[in-house]
């Protein structure tokens, strides 16, 4: 699988959004995006998933050109959206199910990786924050697109939820490796998780610094202590200082 996007334009009326941005995921990467608030990171993600059209440029996924184009991807807001009439096992096959058959066998698999075995029966009225995002997850992953685009989906838990989670998401990938798109405002998520990470600047939105991430896998938090991750760290920030200074 691989994610082209080519001197990509969006404007809503007058108000330019993204200009010449270009970027790419390549096979079994994980690709982080930072940037300041309001710069389009997810109006990108919807153009990628062909809710939205661009005014110029392609996105090409393993070379077709999806401008427009639904379905090519699979999507994880930042609030996952679970049927409160549904069971936790009957949320988590739902993508699958309005394709194909699903894999019910996968999918209690999934849910005993992410401890929620128990909970299958369980409705999300039932659930904390941290569990309901690790079912988004693996439906998300269940799917069975190539790509998957995550928007910010553990912004709202608390520090040592979002860790766990963090942790749990990599334990997950190394095993699917699915190429996963990934939009945050953290620095040290973006640096713990990602291969690459590119930095947007502030609207309209182009690419500021692309970074690559040395660090190791797998990887556990003794890595946000580690020497290299905070020079990579105080980088980052700059890039994303000068944007924020400039606006001012």
């Not at 939205?52 to 050109?65: A, H, S, V």
């Not at 905070?230 to 200082?241: E, S, V």
Request: glycine residues 6%; contains cysteine.
């Amino acid at each position: 699988m691989s994610l082209t996007i080519t001197e990509l334009n969006m404007a809503f009326g007058h108000l330019p959004v993204l200009e010449k941005m270009n970027l790419q995921v390549k096979t079994h990467e994980f690709v982080a995006i930072l940037g300041p608030s309001g710069s389009g990171k997810s109006t990108l993600l919807q153009l990628i998933g062909g809710l939205l059209t661009p005014d110029y440029g392609t996105i090409q996924l393993n070379g077709e050109t999806i401008n427009g184009k639904k379905g090519s991807i699979s999507y994880m807001p930042q609030h996952p959206s679970l049927f409160p009439w549904r069971t936790v096992l009957e949320n988590v096959v739902l993508a699958a199910e309005l394709k194909e058959k699903p894999d019910y066998e996968e999918a209690k698999q999934l849910l005993e990786k992410a401890g929620l075995s128990e909970f299958e029966s369980s409705y999300p009225s039932e659930l904390s924050g941290g569990m309901k995002q690790r079912i988004a997850f693996i439906r998300a992953l269940l799917s069975k697109q190539s790509l998957l685009c995550l928007d910010e989906p553990f912004s709202a838990l608390d520090e040592f939820t979002r860790i766990k989670m963090q942790k749990w998401l990599l334990s997950v990938w190394e095993e699917n490796r699915k190429s996963i798109l990934f939009i945050t405002h953290s620095i040290e998520e973006a640096l713990f998780l990602a291969d690459r990470i590119y930095v947007l600047s502030k609207r309209p939105a182009h690419v500021k610094a692309e970074i690559i991430v040395p660090f190791s896998r797998p990887r556990d938090e003794r890595l946000l202590e580690a020497n290299e991750f905070f020079q990579l760290k105080r980088q980052i920030f700059k890039y994303m200082k000068e944007e924020i200074t400039n606006d001012d």
